[in-house]
């Protein structure tokens, strides 16, 4: 059940299709879900009931809605509705018909029969002096004409379970038996309340058969909310670290997976069993109370621990298939090394070794540049590339405030060294690199502390000044479109409420809810222009901040860039003041946004949010900062008619627009309270020394034109997901021995997949419960990127010819399936519903993809399209 605000739409795909395959193994076909059960995750994504449509579920029931909105439903008759998951791309078979629990998933007041539950069982013996069960029947039918009111359908669900039951099932099945015999014999006095046993699937198919016409929704349930004062808003930014783990960990598996296939690893190189011990880490790892950051320290290190694990195992099958794909003839190639901690600054590899190769495998479908930075010992390098040829680079120093971070202890390094790699679609390329004390293409860094004079940095297409005497941001421009704003940028942090542990009224601020004590968060002491420096150089160039002993930023402005990298260390947040913080970057524009900014759904499409407002119901609020906070998985923006300002990050963050013109993105929680909603300890991460977590992340700014952001925002998505990624060997070979032996350079594809489309999946499928067929069966999945609108010419439909592609293989037959690649797409039947908008038509028609056509695909704006590939 994973979670709907913090997960990536990558990651919720494969975990699900890991579980349903799992099922269909081990219980056959008729084992297929219908109706999804998301019950307990903190408010719902659009995104997610359209995933759930295109794997073929019917149907959508979920425990938990805002407050406000469940009482408006509850007057409405609108607790279940027709939801549209993709109202403006992918239409009515994007639609899912959708519920809201009427108690939560919990039984009604006075009805659970547990180890944990304090209600008095049934006592049907007239003899005995408890006897309570005429009492019992008349509550619950009471009880059931109450909860009837609230739905459309002569059908009511009653959830008779909770967390932790059925410790004692017999206590729970004698009593549900005593209960149905009980309600259904007054059906002789006039009663017409019958009561039985069922399941959602079962109750799903009597409401479709009642033919109503359903209301229908196209937001989303975000924020959720369970009384006035309790946003569950904060676990959108809580653990911070694990957040970023997770995320990078999938961008790994889809490396392992791709590269276990491009190599056609076999079981004998046990590559698929591998491959599973990080598959159900990363799925265990999308848990509702995993990603999310709302578990126990204990519980999040134990997440962290599997994903480790999982890691350790693809880095085995990295190093198997490069050994199938490197060698030219029967050598074998030194084993590669991972470097787990380059965003502090560490790696053995490139630290202890003054010459080594590096080789970055591209896992998009088209060439990609990328820069890379490593930690080095020393000044001046020469880097060769696939070809032979020098590459540029830069050498930097390592900042003071880098070289504070525990985890680095050990670490020799004190520069490092840039440089920028293309690599190709689907492949590697390999970088041999030597220290040098002769001449080389290494370009020393100039750093030089700030004086009175505004300091301009700029490369071919961006420009950014910072203040002279503060050192902060103060403007930025577009240099091809024009577009310019002013553009400050300040870190502030508000003080969690420490809240009443008793009175929910007094809701502290915790790992689920965000509450701030006060509605204007505090500033920092103003920045010292002593402890600001510019690295001046010509491949990157920096403005280094320093906001406080423990918030520090790096704004970077690479060559040809058309972005600005804001790099952010904050922590270890004190709190020996008895204060939780919550730190915030906040960006301030010029730009005229009237209440409206836009932020993502899951990393796919973009849901635009109104400030102090919701589409469902007239919207009040006494805590107007968390309930204006949104999921953002990576991207938020705002715009005018001309311009457009985004901030694209690299994990799950909560932020908001409180001002026109305005951007506030959280970064990073501590906090000395329990919000007392059931993790039962206070979100006090305290790090690897013990003395408070330190978290480090970045944000990535673009400025242009609207017309023109749409293919800004939807390429840099992708590349930071799924970024290159890189190993290493102590090979003390040059590039001409190492050519002879090994390719230097190669590619998956034989062509570039077009700009607007992204190969979402490429693995052999098949899992350890079952053997193998003689020819292995490949999944693969292909997206259009874009959605309707965002560009006049990548927002088009795409085809694609698929027979020859690849490579290492050819394509010999390609059955379309579901999302969740456990049916064939041909036998998906619907349930169809009828809906104050129209009679939804969910089925998928599509033309059957074979070898005549060379097996094209089209590609609608949005789409994923699977298959299971056989090869010839």
């Given at each position: 059940m994973d979670d709907e605000a913090t997960t990536h739409y990558n990651a919720i795909i494969d975990e699900h299709s890991l579980g349903l395959?799992?099922?269909?193994?081990?219980?056959?076909?008729?084992s297929r879900p219908r109706v999804a059960w998301q019950i307990d995750p903190f408010g719902h994504s659009r995104e997610q009931a359209s995933l759930f449509a295109h794997m073929g579920y019917d149907g959508l029931f979920f425990g938990r809605v805002d407050f406000e909105d469940k009482f408006h439903r509850e007057l409405t008759k609108s607790m279940e509705m027709v939801w549209?998951?993709?109202?403006?791309?992918?239409?009515?078979?994007?639609?899912?018909f959708s519920g809201v629990l009427y108690h939560g998933y919990n039984p009604p007041p006075g009805f659970c029969w547990d180890t944990l539950c304090s209600d008095d069982p049934i006592m049907d013996d007239k003899n005995m002096e408890d006897y309570n069960a005429d009492l019992v029947t008349q509550k619950f039918l009471n009880y059931t004409k109450y909860q009837a009111l609230a739905y459309a359908t002569e059908h009511i669900m009653m959830t008779m379970g909770s967390d932790f039951n059925y410790q004692n099932a017999h206590m729970w099945f004698k009593n549900m038996d005593k209960l149905i015999n009980l309600v259904n014999a007054q059906q002789k006095n006039g009663s017409k309340v019958n009561l039985l046993y069922s399941t959602p699937s079962c109750y799903l198919y009597q409401v479709n058969l009642a033919n109503k016409t359903w209301p229908t929704k196209k937001d989303d349930f975000f924020p959720y909310a369970h009384l006035p004062h309790s946003y569950w808003t904060g676990f959108y930014t809580s653990r911070p670290n694990l957040k970023r783990y997770v995320r990078q960990t999938n961008n790994f598996l889809q490396v392992c997976k791709q590269l276990d296939a491009l190599a056609m690893l076999e079981?004998?190189?046990?590559?698929?069993?591998?491959?599973?011990?990080?598959?159900?880490?990363?799925?265990?790892?999308?848990?509702?109370?995993?990603?999310?950051?709302?578990?126990?320290?204990?519980?999040?290190?134990?997440?962290?621990?599997?994903?480790?694990?999982?890691?350790?195992?693809?880095?085995?099958?990295?190093?198997?298939a490069y050994k199938k794909l490197f060698p030219k003839q029967k050598e074998v190639p030194p084993d590669q090394m991972f470097c787990s901690l380059l965003n502090i600054s560490m790696c053995q590899a490139t630290e202890n070794n003054k010459q080594f190769t590096m080789t970055v495998y591209n896992p998009i479908g088209r060439s990609v540049g990328h820069w890379i930075r490593l930690p080095v010992i020393g000044k001046s390098y020469v880097i060769t590339d696939p070809n032979g040829k020098s590459v540029p680079s830069q050498v930097l120093p390592i900042s003071n405030e880098t070289k504070k971070i525990p985890e680095r202890k050990g670490s020799l390094a004190e520069n490092e060294l840039v440089f920028w790699v293309?690599?190709?679609?689907?492949?590697?390329?390999?970088?041999?690199?030597?220290?040098?004390?002769?001449?080389?293409?290494?370009q020393k860094s100039v750093v030089r502390q700030l004086d009175n004079a505004d300091i301009v940095i700029k490369n071919q297409h961006l420009s950014l000044m910072f203040d002279g005497n503060s050192g902060q941001l103060k403007s930025m421009k577009n240099l091809n479109s024009g577009a310019s704003i002013p553009l400050q940028q300040t870190f502030q942090f508000y003080i969690g409420h420490p809240g009443n542990t008793t009175v929910f009224e007094y809701q502290a601020s915790g790992a689920y809810v965000f509450r701030p004590l006060t509605s204007a968060p505090a500033d920092f002491q103003p920045l010292l222009k002593k402890r600001t420096f510019h690295v001046q150089g010509q491949l990157v160039q920096e403005i280094r901040q320093w906001f406080s002993p423990w918030v520090s930023q790096v704004v970077r402005l690479y060559d040809q860039a058309n972005y600005a990298e804001l790099e952010w260390t904050v922590g270890p947040i004190p709190v020996s003041d008895g204060l939780g913080k919550e730190v915030i970057t906040k960006y301030s524009t010029g730009l005229q946004t009237n209440g409206v900014f836009y932020t993502d759904a899951n990393g796919r499409e973009i849901l635009k949010r109104t400030r102090n407002h919701r589409d469902t119901w007239k919207f009040k609020t006494s805590e107007p900062i968390a309930a204006n906070y949104y999921p953002i998985n990576s991207r938020v923006y705002i715009k005018d008619s001309n311009s457009q300002f985004t901030v694209m990050t690299d994990r799950s963050q909560g932020g908001t627009s409180l001002q026109d013109g305005n951007l506030e993105v959280m970064l990073h929680r501590r906090l000395l309270y329990d919000d007392n909603l059931g993790v039962g300890e206070a979100l006090n991460e305290t790090g690897?020394?013990?003395?408070?977590?330190?978290?480090?992340?970045?944000?990535?700014?673009f400025l242009d034109t609207v017309q023109n952001s749409g293919a800004l925002h939807r390429d840099m998505g992708l590349r930071l997901?799924?970024?290159?990624?890189?190993s290493f060997t102590n090979s003390q070979m040059k590039q001409q021995e190492w050519s002879q032996k090994f390719y230097t350079a190669w590619s998956g594809l034989k062509t570039s997949l077009p700009d607007n489309v992204h190969m979402l999946t490429l693995e052999q499928w098949g899992g350890p419960t079952i053997k193998p067929s003689p020819t292995q069966p490949f999944l693969v999945r292909f997206e259009h990127i874009y959605e309707k609108g965002e560009n006049s010419e990548l927002s088009k439909p795409v085809k694609l010819m698929l027979k020859d592609i690849f490579v290492p293989f050819r394509i010999k037959t390609m059955v379309e399936l579901t999302l969740g690649a456990n049916l064939p797409l041909s036998d998906l039947k619907r349930l169809q519903w009828k809906t104050t908008d129209y009679t939804t038509d969910?089925?998928?028609?599509?033309?059957?993809?074979?070898?005549?056509?060379?097996?094209?695909?089209?590609?609608?704006?949005?789409?994923?399209?699977?298959?299971?590939v056989t090869l010839a």
């Open positions: 395959e799992f099922l269909r193994q081990n219980f056959g076909d008729c549209q998951g993709s109202p403006s791309n992918l239409g009515p078979s994007s639609d899912l079981d004998s190189d046990n590559s698929s069993l591998n491959i599973q011990v990080l598959k159900e880490a990363m799925g265990v790892a999308q848990h509702h109370d995993a990603v999310s950051g709302t578990e126990k320290q204990a519980v999040a290190n134990d997440y962290a621990k599997r994903l480790a694990r999982g890691t350790l195992e693809c880095q085995k099958v990295v190093n198997d293309m690599v190709p679609p689907l492949g590697f390329n390999t970088f041999f690199i030597k220290q040098s004390s002769g001449p080389s293409k290494t690897a020394d013990g003395k408070g977590l330190i978290a480090r992340g970045k944000h990535f700014l997901y799924m970024a290159p990624s890189l969910a089925q998928l028609i599509r033309h059957k993809v074979g070898v005549a056509d060379n097996f094209t695909v089209i590609l609608n704006p949005m789409e994923i399209r699977t298959f299971q």
